[in-house]
Structure formats: structure tokens, C-alpha cells
């Protein structure tokens, strides 16, 4: 028997996910690097690791934003543009600038470098996203994040001495009812999935230095 509260919450349901689509329709998302959707690490002093260490990325990644449609439906006519290369350089420099008793820098090149304990590139491999609304009813958006980051140990000439990659699973962010830059939503979930799997990388960093070998960071 259907009363008039179901069809009621019905029509709410099916006007609310009217609204947010076509939110996501009417615009061409965006996302950006934002400092304020990353909580920086704070390492206690005996944890630190002896040294500095450089963030060492490839201009062309720097520049290069991420430009790509969503892997749900809601939204699958839109592309969002975000800067992966820029989200990872700037996470990266965060977490190993905190890491290190000497802290991090950052650079492009590698030409003259030396007193760097570590020289590390850090290098989004896949990305993925959505704006999922089943689980909701499709009364609010659920913004959802995959991403595989690469984390690569070089010697001073930009040879490889040890990689290992890192993989979030599906990420759910906090579901929306409507918003007016649903780009940025996926971005602050990026920015949450970069920044925890650079503080597993900098685990790995630690115990690969402390070891002396390939430890942990070995494949």
C-alpha cells in the first residue's frame, strides 16, 4: 500500500537527485592543490629521520593535470580537472618536510644535488573517480576516490635504487546534499587518500634507512 509519505519522499528523492545532476551537468568541474585539506603530520623528534631529503618530480607531471570523466553515472557527461602531479609534489613536501630532522625540499632537477639522505619521486600511477548517489537513496552524493601512487628511492644520476607502490581502495569521502564545486569535493578526498598513503610511504622511508638495506621498500 503506498501512502501519501512514500509517494512524498518519492518525489523528494527523485527532486533532489534532479538537482544534483544537474549541478554536476552545469558546470565543468574543478579541483585545486588546497594547504587547508591537509592536516600536517607532526613526527615526534626521536622518530625523525637523520638527514634531509628531497622531493625530486618532473616538471611536465607538475604541469599536466589529471582531465577525465567519473566511473559512476551521475556526472559521466562531465570531466574533472585536477592536478595530481601538483597535489602529490606538494603532500609529498609536507609529509617528508616533516619526516626528516633536517626536513625536505623540493626540485625538478637533479643536476648538482648531494647531501640528501634520500632523494624521492613521488608519481600518481592511476586515479579514479565518482559521484555516487544509490547509497543514499539519491537524496546526497557519496564523492568516491581510487588512486595508486608510485614512490620511488633515487641515487644522485636519477637511478632507481628502490620502488613500491601504494594502493587507497575505494575511498568514500563525506556524502553532500548539493554543492556548486563538486570538483573540489572529489579534491579534498584526493587530498585525504594522497596524505595517507605519503604517511605510509614515509613509514616505509624510515625503517628502509634505519634497516641499512632495501627493507621494506624493497619489491
Not at 545532476?21 to 591537509?38: E, F, I, K, R
Not at 613536501?93 to 616533516?98: A, S
Not at 637511478?159 to 556524502?175: D, F, H, I, L, W
Not at 579534498?188 to 624510515?206: F, G, W, Y
Amino acid at each position: 500500500m503506498t501512502t501519501t509519505f512514500d509517494s512524498t519522499v518519492r518525489s523528494a528523492s527523485r527532486w533532489m537527485a534532479a538537482l544534483a545532476l544537474g549541478a554536476l551537468v552545469g558546470c565543468a568541474p574543478m579541483a585545486t592543490y588546497n594547504a587547508a585539506y591537509v592536516v600536517p603530520p607532526r613526527t615526534p623528534a626521536a622518530e625523525k629521520i637523520p638527514g634531509k631529503a628531497l622531493v625530486y618530480t618532473v616538471k611536465a607531471d607538475d604541469d599536466t593535470p589529471f582531465v577525465g570523466a567519473p566511473t559512476s553515472f551521475t556526472g559521466s557527461a562531465t570531466k574533472l580537472t585536477i592536478p595530481l602531479g601538483v597535489i602529490a609534489r606538494e603532500i609529498a613536501f609536507t609529509v617528508f618536510d616533516d619526516a626528516f630532522a633536517q626536513g625536505a625540499q623540493k626540485a625538478n632537477s637533479l643536476d648538482g644535488v648531494s647531501g640528501y639522505r634520500v632523494i624521492l619521486q613521488p608519481k600518481v600511477a592511476s586515479f579514479s573517480y565518482g559521484y555516487y548517489q544509490l547509497q543514499n537513496l539519491g537524496f546526497a552524493i557519496t564523492p568516491t576516490v581510487v588512486l595508486s601512487l608510485d614512490v620511488t628511492l633515487l641515487d644522485r644520476a636519477g637511478k632507481t635504487v628502490q620502488q613500491r607502490r601504494y594502493e587507497s581502495g575505494k575511498v568514500e569521502g563525506k556524502a553532500y546534499m548539493v554543492s556548486g564545486e563538486p570538483g573540489e569535493e572529489i579534491g579534498k578526498v584526493t587530498h585525504q587518500v594522497m596524505l595517507d598513503l605519503m604517511q605510509r610511504a614515509a613509514n616505509d622511508v624510515r625503517e628502509w634507512v634505519r634497516s641499512g638495506s632495501a627493507g621494506p621498500m624493497a619489491l
